[in-house]
């Protein structure tokens, strides 16, 4: 059977289950038949029986099996009983002890077999066990004793044993029909079990080495149909290109007018890209790399590229502050070349937005910049030839695909200012070409980073002064724009008033996301241009702004701070040739707060940080699985498999296989990754 055929096998018509108890399976996630074979144990306990209870400490977990020689029940008061059963075996004699469980009494009694597992203590009776589990009876098939034991999460009113035998009997009755779609040339080159086998031993292994095999050739099933459904993706994505070919000199007019070189990292992104749109291959690339490398500028000569071309282009990004960034910095960049810019989010007035939807209809708009607004029914194109789409992790998939459905067969430039790990870009990402800007322009320092608590910061701020006077700029950020009685933090707009106190001889400006757009370019003008001294912001100024003379960076309330923002807050200085500073300011009170800064303190490189955010996060919560297909792994950990998901990449038996059922069942297993592009 496939795992289609065993999801149509409803939780509620398996025995013993029924509705009522069906609504229990449903919290822990099991509602068919497939998703209760690979419901996979958390952990296991080896409750294998032991010869002899000499070797055993106190207080150690131990299984026993033999036979019982006496019951009695003990009235220790009202209300509480003890159960003590003599037991005698091969390994000696011991007895096992239950509380409050009188019931078992009428079940036990003398010369019945029985195992129990439990907790040891020795005293002046000898050997006792307090009992966690037990099986009496014929153990020919132990579940519950006697055996490496799965260990499963459960929910209120569904016990460990129910469920575990409900597994059981599910696994020996329907194992050995699940379909094997692994090849038979990868089974024996891995030397992997089959599928069948697999599941069996995943859930009740026989011994340690089952168990490790068993849940490596689970890896390799979920990998194999997972690649496959990939380059399934790259076939059908590469084959609906159309080639760009400029009509102008643009792209050379632009790096011409660069005031600076361009990185040999940039170069070789810049030839990717340009390779890609000048071909029939369609373009599906992700463009990443650490703060301050450049990223924004390989974009945008990819959007000058396609509008030489006589396309459009788009770059959408997840808020409005970081699309305003993008339109200003952009509009900058292209000055004088020709090059209609415009911007489209969801505040502009009802006039500014007509006015922007009818050139970027009539094709008058050659660069669109916007929000979830691009996505809207009545946002037209011309002629889009390239969509770009910045911090992708924070849009789903279904939000990509509405502003890819906007032409033809765009090309597509995924861009992150968060590096990611590579163990998650094969996986996250594995259906688009990676380019990785892996070099900084040259002259940058490392920025040296320190904490201090908050209740020291005015050492902070008599160095601010230094630094001030010795002509240099500064940046202090705060999380919150007023204050709020939920969160212990300073509030940039009283942080504005306060400074502008304590520096009375310098220009303190202030920026925050809920100014207007031609607000925030006065003053980040005026940063620019060093009229304003120290300038307070909250975290919108995270990316997209490039001021070399920027020294220090000071960060309050950093415990409020993810890993990544504080990165990226950081690269706001060290851009020019002067020593940089990052001062975190706080108070940190818990264990993942106060790693973080640890981490800050220590790592700089953007790859390092993000693989110990990865570790301290996990990648739930760093990229939002639910919109990715790595979601749908079952067995697979996308960290400590890696190396199985590079080897796996190597081997590509398409054609040896019925395709229609496997791409049945990949579409049944990894729905969130068919559902990239819809095929």
Known sequence: MSGKQLAEIKVSSLPKIGDK????????????????????????????????????????????F?????????????????????????????????????????SLHRGLP?????????????????????????????????????????????????????????????????RNHLPEELIRELNLMPISQAIMEIHFPRDEDSLVRARESLVYEELFLF?????????????????????????EEFLKKLPYALTKAQQKAMTEIRNDLSSRKRMYRLLQGDVGCGKTVVALYALLYVVASGFQGALMAPTEVLAEQHFLSISKLVSGLGVNVDILTGSLGKKEKEQSL????????????????????????????????????????QQRDLLLNKAA???????????????????????????????LPPGRKKIKTFFLPAKEKSRVYSFVRKELEAGRQVYVVCPLIQESEHFAVEAAVKRYEELCREFSGFNVGLIHGKLKIDEKEGVMDAFRR??????????????????????????????????????????????????????????????????????????????????????????GELLGIKQHGYSDFRVVDIINDLPHFLKMKKYNYLTKIDQHDLWEEINFRFPSLFNVLKI
């Open 530 to 619: 060093g009229e304003v001294d120290l300038l307070v912001a909250t975290s919108v100024i995270e990316v997209g702004i490039d001021v070399t003379n920027a020294s220090v960076i000071i960060i309050e309330g950093v415990e409020r701070f993810g890993l990544s923002q504080l990165h990226q807050l950081r690269g706001r200085v060290g851009r020019g040739t002067q020593e940089s500073y990052c001062v975190l300011v706080g108070n940190p009170n818990t264990r993942e707060a106060i790693e973080r800064i640890k981490i800050m303190v220590n790592c700089h490189d953007g790859f390092q940080v993000a693989e110990k955010d990865l570790a301290l996060r996990g990648p």
């Open 358 to 397: 009818q050139s970027i209809k009539s094709g008058m708009t050659d660069i669109v910049v916007g929000t979830h607004a691009l996505l809207e029914d009545d946002v037209v194109f011309n002629h889009l030839g390239l969509v770009v789409i910045d911090e992708q992790h924070r849009f789903g998939v």
């Open 114 to 178: 029985i195992a129990v597992t439990g907790k040891l203590e020795r005293n002046l009776y000898g050997c006792e066990i307090s009992v966690n589990d037990y099986e009496a009876g014929s153990l020919k098939n132990p579940v519950h004793v006697g055996r490496i034991v799965p260990i499963y999460s459960s929910t209120e009113n569904l016990s460990q044993r129910f469920l575990r035998r409900i597994i059981y009997q599910c696994v020996r009755k329907h194992a050995n029909n699940i």
């Open 227 to 251: 690649q496959t459904g990939l380059n399934r993706i790259h076939e059908k994505v590469r084959s609906q290109g159309v080639a760009r070919r400029p009509q102008t000199t643009l792209p």
């Open 21 to 64: 108890r069906a609504e229990l399976f449903h919290k822990i996630g099991i509602y068919n038949l497939f998703d209760l074979l690979y419901y996979f144990p958390r952990r296991y306990e080896d409750r294998r029986f032991v010869e002899g209870l000499d070797g055993v400490t106190t207080g150690e977990q131990v299984t026993v």
């Open 66 to 106: 033999g036979r019982i020689i006496s019951v009695e029940e003990v009235k220790l008061r009202r209300n509480m009983s003890l159960l003590r059963v003599v037991i005698q075996g091969n390994f000696g004699s011991c007895t096992a002890l239950w509380f409050n469980q009188p019931f078992l009494k009428r």
């Open 409 to 439: 067969a765009p090309d597509v430039l995924v861009m992150t200012a968060t590096p990611i790990p590579r163990s998650l870009t094969l996986t996250v990402y594995g259906d688009l070409d990676l380019t990785i800007i892996n070099e």
